[in-house]
């Protein structure tokens, strides 16, 4: 190609052009292209091309200078910032058992369980990591969307992570502190700021860190997720009196025991639009460290939907105790979504039945996780009843498009009736191979193969090819459910 009789190349195209050209393309693609020459390299980092920044990053030291390049720079300008802390699994030192898997856990006045070497390097890998993200963009003011998750605070959950441990890799807790106040300037320094979450991170979130809001930022705010990790003690990230300044809020996510009755009032008052999506994450340490005496009556929930008559919830229970559940589901909450997961507690028939009658109207997504080792002993919902409280939430929740089943017994003629009741309104179904059981009479049946005629019948049902869950590792639901959880959210969230 020649211009005025000079030759052209790649590098004498406008800075313009070229970012016009990268526009176009997959970020994988752009870094590609980037290589052509040193002048596409310059232009691979121009501000228009990177509005967003999503990171999925291991705890791992090889993170580190992938990390510092992309935060460098587009830390200063970029719009929207997702990064998610990944760790492996959590080994302790009395044999890699990872949290809920036969881990120790501490009790009240007990020493916590030795944790490993390598464990103790990943806790100080994600300090480092998580200084990294937050000096980057501490003085961007452009910033829109924050949104941090790091499930290496798991085993904090389950009440094992105490300041022991960070004490060996943060001494004196100068690292932390450092992290808070990085997070209170960016805060502090936002002028855009719409959607802030902060989800299972560690120590990030303090009682005071959303003062650090100009009442402008604050009053403009429509999604706040502070599902974050003070879960040991009684600390609330957030008071109904600091929730008075979001008036334009759309969206919260809350540990439940921090939602109380006086937040409902204030979220329900007409000073305040209507929220529209409310995520709840309901754990057994929390409940036992705070207390379910100040949650919202029935009649605060009443208040609430009529002021948001869109409002749908989403919860997700940990180890919750079926007596907990039955006090938390009041009738008139708006259930869309409920993801049950357990190590230890088994969710009753009794809940399920309820959860059927009273939330037949909302409810879409319905998961149901027990975690056990012993995969001989699975809990059997339809025990003792005359229907199996399963098929009978097929059959009333007509608007319900996910169930999904791990860890409790599914019998093969109940799951064909849940696929016809439902049909192909039931967009997913997913159910572990070994939750699966045949009576008698099926396996009796010699002239036909009982799993072919299941999975036959149930893909009838559907409408569509259908198989059980064979290799549960492939599916994050099962394996990755705060991640499944936080992922979910996020998305539930965004659906307004």
């Known amino acids: 190609m020649s211009v005025c009789g000079e030759a052209v190349g790649a590098g004498s195209l406008p800075s313009e052009l070229v970012v016009h050209i990268f526009s176009f393309l997959a970020a994988p693609d752009r870094l590609r292209a980037s290589a052509a020459c040193s002048h596409w390299r310059e232009c691979l980092f121009y501000p228009a091309l990177w509005p967003r920044l999503r990171l999925s990053l291991r705890v791992s030291p090889a993170e580190r200078p992938r990390l510092e390049f992309l935060m460098r720079k587009c830390g200063w300008f970029v719009r929207e910032l997702r990064v998610q802390f990944a760790a492996d699994n959590y080994p302790t030192g009395g044999g890699g058992a990872a949290a809920g898997e036969g881990a120790a856990v501490a009790g009240d006045g007990e020493a916590p369980p030795p944790l490993s070497p390598r464990w103790l390097d990943q806790l100080r890998t994600y300090l480092e990591l998580v200084l990294c993200v937050l ?203 409920i993801h049950f997961d357990s190590y230890a507690t088994c969710v009753s028939g009794a809940v399920v039945d309820l959860i059927s009658r009273q939330y037949d109207k909302f409810l879409t997504h319905f998961i149901l996780m027990n975690d056990v080792i012993d995969m001989s002993a699975f809990p059997d919902l339809s025990d003792n009843r005359n229907e199996d409280p399963l098929v009978l939430l097929a ?25 016809r009741l439902r049909g192909s309104d039931l967009k997913v179904l997913e159910v572990t191979e070994e939750s699966i059981e045949f009576d008698q009479g099926e396996l009796a049946d010699q002239d036909v193969d009982p799993v072919h005629n299941f999975i036959e019948q149930v893909s009838l049902g559907l409408g569509r090819p259908w198989h059980a869950v064979m290799d549960i590792e492939l599916l994050s639901v099962f394996t990755e459910p705060t991640r499944h959880f936080y992922r979910e959210m996020q998305s539930f969230s965004e659906g307004i």
């Not at 929740?397 to 849940?418: D, E, F, K, P």
Request: charged share 20%; aromatic share 6%.
């Open 135 to 337: 000096s980057s963009v501490r003085n961007n003011r452009n910033l829109q969307k924050l949104s941090l998750f790091g499930d290496i605070s798991i085993l904090q959950q389950h009440g094992t992570l105490s300041n022991t441990y960070l004490g060996k890799v943060d001494p004196d807790g100068k690292k932390i502190k450092q992290i808070q106040q990085l997070f209170e300037e960016i805060l502090g320094n936002s002028r855009q700021l719409k959607w802030l979450s902060c989800g299972l991170m560690l120590q990030i979130v303090t009682p005071t860190s959303l003062s650090s809001l100009s009442n402008p930022i604050a009053n403009t705010m429509e999604h706040l997720s502070l599902l974050d990790n003070h879960i040991l003690g009684n600390t609330t990230l957030i008071t109904a009196v600091e929730l008075e300044r979001f008036v334009n809020l759309r969206s919260l996510a809350l540990d439940f025991c921090d939602f109380t009755a006086e937040m409902a009032r204030v979220l329900a008052d007409s000073n305040h639009v209507p929220l529209h999506r409310l995520s709840l994450l309901v754990h057994s340490v929390s409940i036992m460290h705070k207390s379910l005496d100040n949650m919202p009556k029935d009649e605060n929930w009443q208040a609430l939907t009529r002021n948001s008559t869109n409002l749908r919830v989403y919860i997700m229970a940990f180890d919750v105790k079926s007596d907990d559940m039955l006090r938390i589901l009041k009738p008139s909450i708006p259930l869309e979504r």
């Open 395 to 419: 059959w009333r929740c007509t608007r319900l498009s996910l169930l999904a089943v791990h860890g409790y017994t599914v019998w093969a003629h109940n799951l064909i009736a849940i696929a």
